[in-house]
């Protein structure tokens, strides 16, 4: 992989993530660009005690270009987009419309592939490698700003998701804080802990799925799980088998194994529906241990952790969505109507081609 940093118009930093050492990236924004102005900030709701972004500059952000406006692909004559060159491998770049920015954070977009029609699915199993590199080098890089405690890297993929650009790309949130999320199972880590003497939380959850039907594929170094409690209709969870606190922490054997087991997981997803249906909407999230200090989880530490990625879909069968309604939105109380056992059922029964 070579990686080659360079400037956008505005000052954005956009970096370059090549297949080819001898890659040679000069070409220069030439948008007439002003400086990108946010007005993002972080504010702790007392009674939850978790954190809501107020980002208003985010209403003027791109949304649904025609494919020949697209911002993702590469410039070609005097179409100019957010990438310079002319073509690329995988590309990073700050994002123009961040959530988080500055003293709150900071958000860069992935794109996979300079293909506008491709998908994470279609790419080449090299093609996966350099992005599962891209996120592990952002992850470093990121992790070393004074002000993120936590790396999120993920992809939404669909209308029905929520997504307004069409081109083949993830996003990469680095949080001044530890989300929510990680904070709940930092807990219940510390909490199985101190029950048990000193076993590992995530240890025991894997060794479970392990021996259930709810496993979906497994290979040498990887493994892919409907959640015993998945909270969406089909829902997979997939560990590397050497428990990691982050994606820097893989070693090559499960570096060189991951996108072949990725790129099938993903192929299996758009085989649920059948035949003719439109591509699986679908969230797919890294979950990677905090950066920052883990003091108030007594008796945890990064180390404890576990990397895994999360990948579900908000359709829950053939033209029909799972919406949050009031007990999801209101209460956090997920509903699934969909049996964990019969959706792992149907995902080791749509192995790709």
Known sequence: ??????????GRELIYYDLRDDAVREAVDRRPLDRTVTTSEVRRDPLLGDSVAIASHRQGRTYHPPADECPLCPSQGDRLSEIPDSWYDAVVFENRFPSLAGDSGRCEVVCFT???????????????????DAWTDRTSELSHLPSVEQVFCFENR?????????????????????????ALMLRSVATHKEATGGENLFD?????????????LESEHWVAFVPYAAHWPYEVHL?????????????????????????ELLRRFDRIFGEGEPPTP????????????????????????????????????????????????GMNVFINDIRPEAAAQRLREVASS
Request: glycine share 6%.
């Open 114 to 132: 300079s293909d506008h029609n491709a998908a994470f699915a279609q790419l080449t199993e090299e093609q996966a490698r350099l992005v599962l």
């Open 239 to 263: 560990y590397p088998k050497h428990r990691v606190p982050d994606l820097l922490g893989l070693d090559e054997d499960a570096r060189t194994e991951f996108p072949k087991v990725y790129l």
């Open 282 to 329: 679908y969230i797919a999230a890294w979950h990677q241990a905090p950066f920052g200090a883990l003091e108030e989880f007594e008796g945890v530490n990064r180390d404890d952790f576990a990397l895994h990625l999360e990948l579900f879909t908000i359709r829950r069968t053939s033209g029909k969505l799972k919406f949050l309604a009031g007990s999801e939105s």
């Open 204 to 216: 025991a959850v894997l060794e479970r799925e392990l021996a259930d039907e709810r496993v979906v």
């Open 1 to 10: 992989m070579k990686k080659t940093s360079t400037r956008l118009a505005d």
């Open 158 to 182: 669909g209308a029905e998701i929520g997504v307004t650009l069409g081109h083949p790309h993830g996003q990469i949130y680095a949080y001044p804080f530890t989300t929510p999320r990680t």
